[in-house]
């Protein structure tokens, strides 16, 4: 019972640098956690799935396209949940995406266990 862990470097608008970021990023997982990883490049795509987009391939099209618009360079393993959770949350630390303000649970304050807002909250029910 696998899952895919996939970190899509294109939002990085350096196609370039995406082989040796994506290498690094290999080595990383593969030195931290000795897993074998794959990568792909979504500009081997057929054309029949950009139809409807009207996407003309420039030079520039990573400084000017949307993100949605561009071609995903994708790396990623073959995990089990429990170790994508771990190499997920060490991603993060690594690329320093973990939101410092974010909190653990959703509740709101002041309501008590068992009862929501929809419950009435008047002593109803």
Request: charged content about 35%; aromatic content about 12%; overall charge negative.
């Given at each position: 019972?696998?899952?895919?862990?996939v970190?899509?470097?294109?939002?990085?608008?350096?196609?370039e640098?995406?082989?040796t970021?994506?290498n690094?990023?290999?080595?990383?997982v593969?030195a931290e956690?000795n897993?074998?990883?794959?990568m792909?490049?979504g500009e081997?795509?057929?054309?029949?799935?950009?139809?409807?987009?009207?996407?003309?391939?420039t030079?520039?099209q990573?400084?000017?396209?949307?993100i949605?618009?561009?071609?995903?360079?994708l790396v990623g393993?073959?995990v089990?949940?429990?170790?994508?959770?771990k190499?997920?949350k060490?991603?993060a630390?690594?690329?320093?995406?973990?939101?410092k303000?974010?909190s653990?649970?959703?509740?709101q304050?002041?309501?008590?266990?068992g009862?929501?807002?929809?419950?009435?909250?008047?002593?109803i029910?």
């Open positions: 019972n696998e899952d895919k862990l970190v899509d470097l294109s939002p990085l608008r350096f196609p640098d995406f082989d970021v994506g690094e990023l290999k080595a990383i593969q956690y897993l074998e990883s794959f792909y490049s081997e795509k057929e054309d029949s799935e950009d139809e409807g987009l009207n996407i003309v391939e030079e520039d990573y400084e000017t396209r949307p949605y618009q561009l071609p995903p360079f393993w073959n089990s949940r429990q170790d994508g959770k190499i997920g060490y991603l630390e690594t690329f320093d995406t973990i939101e303000s974010a653990n649970s959703k509740k304050r002041g309501v008590k266990p009862k929501g807002r929809r419950s009435g909250g008047y002593g029910g």
